[in-house]
């Protein structure tokens, strides 16, 4: 597929989803949050991924949500449109509906919770190619679908006409150098918010990570100074960000990132159930790093 590989470059935020206080999806909230992350030098957003709660939406949710990101962006950032399902026919419609608004690419996680071979695996993902004329991007997540995709698996699926690069949420940067070695135009993604540098050094084009919500300037700054050969500036960043990652991921982590929105004044409410809101304990400890942080 020919496509502008410089549009998918750089630091991409997986925004949250904006519910209101009825826990319903909010256009205006949806709007504040964007025009909020337009003011910082990011190159995207990745919507409706496992930041933005997906899979504890409606299929009807789903695509509500890409519809208000699309319209309240404005043509301002890249658009990924996050659209794996365990059912084939929601990513045939949420892909339908990300073509319909605009979006950029697409990309999902592999069908999960069955004990899927690999070949109907990547049967699945040939169907969305196949039927949604997009860029697509593999989301790489083993620690959430059971699914590890390996070399010989990443090397199949990239020569698949449409899909140009992957997600690559897991810790395993050697895959990472070695595709970028075998397919040097595929865009890789790193995943792990805590490693972004260490994804840039093994050949990573950007990153997408939950934290780049509460701290999009930081990410921006390791991901500029690495570009510019500034390896220590770009390595201070890296710690400060990991010193708050590391009290995130004490408690519900996704509820931790919309109470320091919140805080900050982008009100995005809640984590839906089955996730736990936070502890008085927990907020109190959220409230002393917000004032760190500002």
Do not use: W
């Not at 045939?92 to 919770?113: E, N, T």
């Not at 839906?272 to 942080?293: A, C, G, M």
């Amino acid at each position: 597929m020919v496509f502008d590989s410089n549009i998918f470059k750089g630091v991409f935020i997986p925004i949250v989803t904006a519910f209101n206080k009825h826990d319903q999806l909010d256009e205006l909230l949806t709007k504040h949050l964007c025009d909020y992350f337009s003011e910082y030098p990011v190159s995207g957003y990745y919507v409706g991924g496992s930041t933005g709660e997906c899979f504890v939406q409606t299929i009807e949710e789903r695509a509500t949500y890409l519809e208000m990101v699309a319209r309240n962006n404005k043509d301002r950032k890249t658009l990924i449109a996050h659209i794996g399902s365990t059912a084939l026919e929601e990513s045939f419609y949420l892909g339908r509906i990300a073509k319909d608004f605009g979006y950029d690419a697409i990309s999902a996680v592999p069908p999960f919770y069955y004990d899927y071979s690999k070949k109907e695996i990547f049967n699945f993902y040939e169907e969305i190619t196949k039927t949604i004329d997009l860029p697509f991007f593999i989301y790489n997540i083993p620690s959430t679908t059971n699914i590890d995709f390996n070399i010989t698996d990443l090397e199949y699926l990239l020569q698949i006409d449409n899909i140009v690069g992957l997600k690559h949420t897991t810790t395993d940067f050697f895959i990472v150098e070695r595709i970028k070695n075998s397919f040097p135009n595929c865009i890789i993604y790193n995943g792990p918010d805590q490693m972004f540098l260490a994804g840039l050094s093994m050949g990573c084009d950007g990153g997408i990570g939950s934290t780049y919500n509460i701290m999009p300037s930081d990410f921006c700054n390791i991901y500029s100074e690495f570009q510019k050969g500034n390896y220590i500036s770009s390595k201070n960043y890296q710690s400060k960000v990991n010193n708050v990652i590391r009290i995130l991921l004490e408690m519900n982590f996704y509820g931790a990132i919309k109470y320091l929105l919140k805080r900050n004044g982008i009100d995005c409410g809640r984590t839906r159930k089955p996730f736990s809101d936070l502890s008085p304990e927990q907020t109190n400890k959220l409230d002393i790093l917000f004032n760190e942080l500002i």
